[in-house]
């Protein structure tokens, strides 16, 4: 299976300015991104971004020793918007750099326990991980009823003239 993610412009420059905003404490920002698969039966799977919600403020836990770590009412409401709408959910954030960005350690070991949890209460959807960096992206996407998840082939700015972010290819 492959997959690849469009991100209407509008919606990239929101999710960017939200992540690029200081906190009081935490070192990075970090945000859900709502998605639909726009071709259920198809290779490569196109998974459609139709909205962004950053984190309180107030949800982000102190911890010296992550960029930022949010509390439960941040993933519980991350969770009733997936009941609500009936999307997946990706959890976005920034890399402060231009160039490909990666998962850290830090992300990897953290960040797909929590899309797992996401997985039950949207089983139709696709959920994931985006990581933008200045100028490019990362995407990894668990497809509905897909075991493993994959990295993403492509993640593509919706605009005139379109913009790709990134990928495998």
Partial sequence: MRARVRIPATLYAAALADLKRPHAFAAERVGFMSARVGNRSGDPMLVLATGYEPVADDHYIEDDYVGARINADAIRANMQRILDTGEGSFHV????????????????????????????????????????????ALGVVWGPGEPEPIEADEITVVEWPLRFLGGRR
């Avoid at 890399?95 to 949890?117: F, Y």
């Avoid at 139709?124 to 985006?130: D, L, N, R, S, T």
């Fill in 93 to 136: 954030h920034l890399h402060p750099h231009r160039g490909a960005p990666q998962l850290s350690r830090t992300d990897r070991r953290e960040i797909p326990r929590l899309v797992k949890s996401f997985r039950p209460v949207g089983p139709g959807a696709a959920h994931g991980i985006i990581v933008l960096s200045e100028d490019r």
